[in-house]
C-alpha cells in the first residue's frame, strides 16, 4: 500500500527566507510524486513531479523538489518566500505498478504562512 | 480553453436525502476522481473511473455513488445524506498513464443539516 506523510500541519517562515515543506512517502515499488496547493475556498493546483530521471524537479512560482530515494522524502522548496505563498499545500504520491493503477494517496497537507 | 467545472459550488440539504453533485471536463480525459476534503485527513479517495461505464470504489465510498455514461461527466450521488457526509468534495481528471498529473475542480462545499 502507498501511503505519504507531512509531518508538519503548520510552517511558518519570514518573507525573503528559503522555506521548505517536508513530505516522505512509503511504496512497495517506485513512485510518482507530485505537490498541490490550495489557495483558500479554490481547488487543487498542480505544483509539480517527479516520474523519473533528475532528482531536483522545478516548478511553478519558483518552488522545486527534491527526490531521494534513500530517504523516501521529496521535500518542497523554495529559495525566497513570499507573502502569497501562503497556502496549503499538498504532498501526493502513486506507486508505479504497471498498466491501471491511477490512484494518488494524499498527505494531510501543511499550512505555509509568510509573514511580512 | 478546456477545463473541469463542480455544481454546485455549495449546496444545504437535510439528513436523508438524496444529494448529487456534478462534474464536467471538457478535456477528453480517460480517468476521473472524486475526494473529499476534512480537516485533518487530507484528501481521501471516494470513487473513480477509467473511462466509459467504468466506476470503482475508493477509500471512503460508503454512502456515495457514481456514474459514468460519457467521458466528460462523473456525478457524485450521496444517496441518503448523513451530517458525516458535510465536508469539501473536490472533482479531478487526468488523461490516462501512471505519470499524468491530476487536474482539480473548483470544489463543492455540502453541508447536511
Known amino acids: 500500500a502507498q501511503s505519504v506523510a507531512q509531518p508538519e500541519d503548520q510552517v511558518n517562515v519570514a518573507e525573503g527566507n528559503p522555506l521548505t515543506v517536508k513530505c516522505t512517502y512509503s511504496?512497495?515499488?517506485?513512485?510518482?510524486l507530485f505537490w498541490y496547493v490550495q489557495y483558500p475556498n479554490r481547488g487543487l493546483q498542480f505544483l509539480l513531479k517527479y516520474i523519473t530521471g533528475d532528482n531536483l524537479v522545478k516548478g511553478s512560482y519558483g518552488f522545486e523538489a527534491e527526490f531521494n530515494k534513500s530517504q523516501t522524502s521529496f521535500h518542497l522548496k523554495k529559495p525566497s518566500a513570499l507573502v502569497s505563498d501562503s497556502a496549503l499545500y499538498f504532498c501526493a504520491v502513486r506507486e508505479f505498478s504497471g498498466a491501471g493503477s491511477y490512484q494518488l494517496t494524499f498527505g494531510k497537507g501543511t499550512k505555509l504562512s509568510v509573514i511580512p | 480553453d478546456a477545463e473541469i467545472t463542480q455544481s454546485p459550488r455549495h449546496k444545504i440539504t437535510e439528513t436523508g436525502r438524496q444529494v448529487t453533485l456534478a462534474c464536467h471536463q471538457t478535456w477528453n480525459h480517460n480517468n476521473m476522481f472524486w475526494y473529499r476534503q476534512d480537516l485533518g485527513h487530507g484528501l481521501r479517495l471516494i470513487h473513480y473511473s477509467y473511462g466509459v461505464h467504468d466506476t470503482n470504489k475508493g477509500e471512503v465510498s460508503d454512502g456515495y455513488s457514481v456514474s459514468r455514461s460519457n467521458t466528460e461527466d462523473l456525478p457524485l450521488t450521496l444517496e441518503s445524506a448523513a451530517s458525516s457526509q458535510t465536508s469539501v468534495y473536490f472533482c479531478?481528471?487526468?488523461?490516462?498513464?501512471?505519470?499524468?498529473?491530476?487536474?482539480f475542480g473548483p470544489g463543492t462545499r455540502l453541508t447536511v443539516l
Open positions: 511504496v512497495s515499488g517506485n513512485p510518482y
Open positions: 479531478a481528471s487526468s488523461v490516462s498513464g501512471g505519470a499524468d498529473t491530476q487536474y
